[in-house]
C-alpha cells in the first residue's frame, strides 16, 4: 500500500505561484509513476500533469503546459507540481495519484490516491 498525502495548497491571486507536494509513505514510489490531477467546483476530475517511474519522460494537460512542471526526488519519496502564471481557472482540489500501469491521462488506471490539496486563485 501507499499512502499519499497533498500539501502546499491555498489562496493566491491570479499571476501567483504555488508548489505543491506529494508526499508518500508505506512503500517506495520509485517504481511507480506519479500523476497530479485536479477537480474544479462542479466538474469531473481532470488530468494536470504525470511523470514516468524514470524521470526521463513528463506529461502536461494543454491548459496548464509552460506553466506548470511536475518533477519527483525518488530520494524523498516525494514528487513536486510547480504552478506558475496561475489564473481563476486553475482553482481546484488538486490530488497527488500514484500508477503502476496504464494510461497516464486517465484516473481509472492510477492505483493509489492522495486525499487532495484546495487551490484558490483570485482574479
Known amino acids: 500500500q501507499v499512502q499519499l498525502v497533498e500539501s502546499g495548497g491555498g489562496l493566491v491571486q491570479a499571476g501567483d505561484s504555488l508548489r505543491l507536494s506529494c508526499a508518500a509513505s508505506?512503500?517506495?514510489?520509485?517504481?511507480?509513476?506519479m500523476g497530479w490531477f485536479r477537480q474544479p467546483p462542479g466538474k469531473e476530475r481532470e488530468f494536470v500533469a504525470a511523470?514516468?517511474?524514470?524521470?526521463?519522460?513528463?506529461y502536461y494537460a494543454d491548459s496548464v503546459k509552460d506553466r506548470f512542471t511536475i518533477s519527483r526526488d525518488n530520494a524523498k519519496n516525494t514528487v513536486y507540481l510547480q504552478m506558475s502564471s496561475l489564473k481563476p481557472e486553475d482553482t481546484a482540489v488538486y490530488y497527488c495519484a500514484a500508477r503502476s500501469a496504464g494510461s497516464y491521462y486517465t484516473p481509472k488506471d492510477y492505483n493509489y490516491w492522495g486525499q487532495g490539496t484546495q487551490v484558490t486563485v483570485s482574479s
Open positions: 511523470i514516468s517511474w524514470s524521470v526521463t519522460r513528463t
Open positions: 508505506g512503500r517506495t514510489i520509485s517504481s511507480y509513476a
